[in-house]
């Protein structure tokens, strides 16, 4: 199989949903493909990109449209065009986010979780904090205590602050001294860690065929490459998302959240650049093509230019 024939496969999988989440799409474009590259995009360009998902205009209309209202995105005119950025609060949830899609997972933990305390904020604001939280890997021990074994600091500190919680909510840290049997129930139900393996067993099932063309081919073509890597990040983060990155120990059997990490890295590898050639062709800001990718863009999954080099090597 092609890798062209591959991705098609994975993008009339997507378009045969019951629910096409057009909106949940545009966020994954805008967090792996715009964000680093200045972080604006002309409404045009978008739709374009988005129509090889088969998503219509009207769709992404109404999408962004949403997202402009959910805080999100903020939009600005320049003549008859619209362009859409991030607000400040869409690129602090992004800047959480792309800190856990695309770094290593932990490997190393010392026993220690960070909890949470809730009891003292009122229903409205506790159930926003939970699931912010849960964004961040965070699991419910009991209707006012969320704990998980490694979060980052700088990260919590954001989600507290924007959620107006910082002053209420007690920080605690705390060790499993005993009942280790116990500790594993608790987080297979805190965490519902066997959703989270059966999504990532289907995300490896759903990209291994398209690893196996990628092997076979030097050059992929840019469309085919910006489609694949946008639907492997959409993918991959449903169940990362969910995903508190347990030690070892208190992970089911046969765990599929390594073989799912190690599938992503080496697919957005292999198609990091020919996607960006891509978005340098087709998408457009009020001052031309997008600019080149900033930040620690390159750092994606260990290094993309160090590993792209390695493999140019090996071949």
């Known amino acids: 199989m092609t890798i062209e024939a ?14 096409l989440r057009a909106g949940s799409l545009i966020t994954t474009v805008f967090g792996d493909s715009i964000a680093p590259r200045g972080g604006t995009v002309w409404l045009g360009s978008l739709i374009r990109a988005m129509a090889e998902f088969g998503i219509s205009e009207r769709l992404v209309r109404t999408s962004v ?3 402009a209202k959910d805080g999100w ?6 003549g008859r065009r619209s362009f859409y950025s991030l607000t400040e609060g869409g690129r602090e949830k992004f800047r959480a986010a792309t800190h856990r899609i695309y770094g290593e997972p932990a490997t190393d933990w010392d026993g220690e979780w960070c909890l949470l305390l809730l009891s003292n904020l009122e229903a409205p604001v506790k159930d926003t904090l939970r699931r912010e939280c849960g964004w961040l890997g965070f699991g419910p021990l009991s209707a006012n205590v969320l704990a998980h074994p490694s979060p980052d600091e700088s ?19 705390a060790r499993t001294i005993r009942s ?7 987080a297979r139900s805190a ?19 398209l690893f196996a063309a990628l092997k076979k081919t030097r050059n992929v073509d840019p469309r085919t490459a910006f489609v694949t890597r946008t639907l492997l990040i959409q993918e991959y983060r449903k169940a990362l998302l969910r995903d508190p990155q347990l030690p070892h120990d208190l992970l089911p059997a046969g765990w599929h959240g390594t073989a799912a990490y190690q599938l992503c890295r080496n697919l957005y590898l292999g198609l ?30 260990g290094g993309l230019g160090d590993q792209a080099a390695a493999r140019r090597k090996s071949a």
């Open 6 to 19: 591959a991705c098609n496969q994975i993008v009339k999988e997507f378009r045969s949903r019951p629910t």
């Open 65 to 67: 449209f949403r997202l």
């Open 73 to 78: 995105l903020q939009s600005s005119q320049v």
């Open 155 to 173: 990260d919590l500190e954001m989600t507290l602050n924007r959620v107006g919680a910082m002053d209420e909510v007690v920080i605690m840290s």
């Open 180 to 186: 280790e049997a116990s500790m594993r129930a608790l």
């Open 191 to 209: 965490w519902n860690l066997d959703d989270i393996d059966a999504r990532y067993e289907h995300f490896v099932t759903m990209f291994r065929p």
């Open 272 to 301: 990091h650049k020919a996607a960006d050639d891509y978005l340098s062709e087709c998408m457009e800001t009020a001052d031309g093509p997008l600019p080149p990718a900033a930040g620690n863009y390159l750092q994606r999954f």
